[in-house]
């Protein structure tokens, strides 16, 4: 069973900066076209970045372009959020998810993701 396991959340003050890690140990990741998403309070859960298995390539919400970046490490079966100049608005549940590369849905699409993790807070605070 594949099981994707975040790490990396925690408290930081706005301006700080957080690396988070998704291991996705079962998966044959080097087939799956990876991401990450958040969801605050209140809100519906929405895209952050993902990245492609073939050619590594990114793509990012507006919002967090050019302070967010994503990267993989297909040996370690292991996803990077590496996140510079958070700010309040960041603060959310952070996850990983995990989709079949040859789905043809965007990567901004939620329901292209087969696998999900638990999720792991961020909070950033004023």
């Known amino acids: 069973q594949v099981q994707l396991v975040e790490s990396g959340g925690g408290l930081v003050q706005a301006g700080g900066s957080l690396r988070l890690s998704c291991a996705a140990p079962?998966?044959?990741?080097?087939?799956?076209?990876m991401g990450w998403f958040r969801q605050a309070p209140g809100k519906e859960r929405e895209f952050v970045a993902a990245?492609?298995?073939?050619?590594?390539?990114?793509y990012y919400l507006d919002s967090v372009q050019g302070r967010f970046i994503i990267s993989r490490a297909n040996a370690k079966e292991t996803v990077y959020l590496q996140m510079n100049s958070l700010k309040p608005e960041d603060t959310a549940v952070y996850y990983c998810?995990?989709?079949?590369?040859?789905?043809?849905?965007?990567?901004?699409?939620?329901?292209?993701?087969?696998?999900w993790g638990q999720g792991t807070q961020v909070t950033v605070s004023s």
């Open positions: 990245i492609t298995w073939s050619t590594g390539t990114p």
């Open positions: 998810a995990a989709g079949r590369a040859n789905d043809s849905r965007g990567p901004t699409t939620a329901s292209r993701y087969d696998y």
């Open positions: 079962g998966l044959t990741f080097s087939r799956h076209n």
